[in-house]
């Protein structure tokens, strides 16, 4: 199956401690992404990887570290997480370009106590 | 600031009717524009996207209106059905940018039978 992948889909922490999400893609993709929705449901975009490397950065606090081993893995590591990042947070590929059609994991939803 | 921005929050049209979301964008650089729907609990999907050098595209039931010099473009659902319901997030990029897909806040369409 071809697909984005994520893990976990849910993940309840409290504040102060550290998550990891993962990111698999098996399209051929070159290009990963992560996304944030928040409480509005606006999706906003954090980070960007081409071929493992960094391409975008938005202002994202400094706890938000992102790490790709390869162009099919981008995982998403928050160290100390606070009250307003429980979101979901959406893993993304697309082949490189900005007419590429983007597809979306399953999401994994994260809740802060 | 929001570079792309959905200004109805939701829209209801009758069953048979004709829907039409709209999407206001800054970036004069922005050469790249698709709506992509997101049924709840699941990952947005792409429905239809198109190139600045076309103001429209028809696939099926679906028509995308580009209007470069205002700024905007739209999606048009003719014969509208429930299964139509759903939130529809458009969104905007450039191809010689840094490939980052900005999406807008979405609009819940209910198609009522």
């Known amino acids: 199956e071809t697909a984005v992948f994520q893990t976990p889909n849910y993940h309840v922490t409290q504040v102060g401690n550290e998550v990891s999400f993962n990111c698999k893609q098996t399209?051929?993709?070159?290009?990963m992404y992560w996304y944030k929705q928040d409480s509005k449901k606006l999706l906003k975009i954090m980070f960007s990887y081409n071929n493992k490397q960094l391409i975008v950065n938005e202002t994202v606090p400094r706890r938000f570290s992102p790490q790709s081993s390869d162009k099919a893995h981008l995982n998403l590591r928050i160290k100390s997480v606070e009250p307003e990042d429980s979101a979901v947070y959406l893993c993304?590929?697309?082949?490189?370009?900005?007419?590429?059609?983007?597809?979306f994991g399953s999401g994994t939803r994260l809740t802060v106590l | 600031g929001q570079q792309v921005k959905q200004s109805s929050p939701s829209l209801t049209v009758q069953e048979g009717g004709i829907s039409i979301l709209n999407c206001d964008y800054e970036?004069?650089?922005?050469?790249?524009f698709a709506w992509y729907k997101k049924y709840p609990d699941n990952s947005p999907t792409l429905l239809i996207s198109v190139r600045s050098n076309v103001d429209k595209r028809e696939d099926g039931r679906l028509t995308v209106f580009l209007n470069k010099s205002g700024k905007h473009f739209s999606l048009h659902i003719t014969a509208s059905q429930p299964e139509d319901t759903a939130v529809y997030l458009c969104a905007a990029d450039y191809q010689g940018g840094s490939a980052k897909l900005i999406f807008g806040e979405g609009t819940k369409l209910t198609v009522s039978s």
């Open positions: 399209l051929g993709h070159d290009t």
């Open positions: 970036n004069d650089m922005f050469d790249y």
């Open positions: 993304a590929s697309r082949h490189w370009g900005g007419a590429e059609t983007l597809y």
